[in-house]
């Protein structure tokens, strides 16, 4: 068994998955960055379509020996990209658990908007690069 030494994972990585209708996109990321865990970030892991729904990408990940973690205190309550979570002290448990996973596992934070730049997505990954130290990579 191969372990990572803590800080070899190269960034925090996220992702949104917008309109898409399959996981094809998502399915090359976890395989092209060895992707670990999917943190999902959203406040209610549900979406417009079924197959986005927290049990369904659960599925996915567990089909590709990713963990998949809902953490809904990350979630964003503001309706915009500014992030505002449902209780600020869940939040910074839950920073400081997600932060020790992604310092010694590749990590993908996931969210409903397919842009990063309209997401609180990216607040969540700047908070956690204040805590590891770790490079942010959006991918779109």
């Excluded at 549900?46 to 953490?71: D, L, P, T």
Aim: hydrophobic share 35%; charged share 25%.
């Amino acid at each position: 068994m191969i372990c990572k030494d803590i800080n070899t994972n190269n960034y925090i990585l996220t992702f949104g998955y917008g309109n898409r209708k399959d996981y094809d996109e998502f399915i090359q990321y976890l395989k092209s960055f060895d992707v670990r865990y999917v943190i999902d970030v959203r406040n209610s892991p549900r979406a417009w379509s079924r197959k986005w729904y927290g049990q369904e990408i659960q599925s996915c990940c567990e089909s590709q020996n990713v963990k998949y973690i809902s953490m809904p205190a990350l979630g964003n309550t503001s309706g915009n990209s500014k992030w505002i979570p449902p209780s600020a002290s869940l939040a910074t448990q839950a920073l400081e658990e997600v932060s020790k996973i992604i310092q010694s596992e590749t990590c993908l934070l996931l969210c409903a908007e397919l842009q990063s730049a309209r997401c609180h997505r990216t607040e969540v990954a700047l908070k956690l690069h204040e805590l590891t130290k770790l490079p942010v990579r959006h991918l779109e």
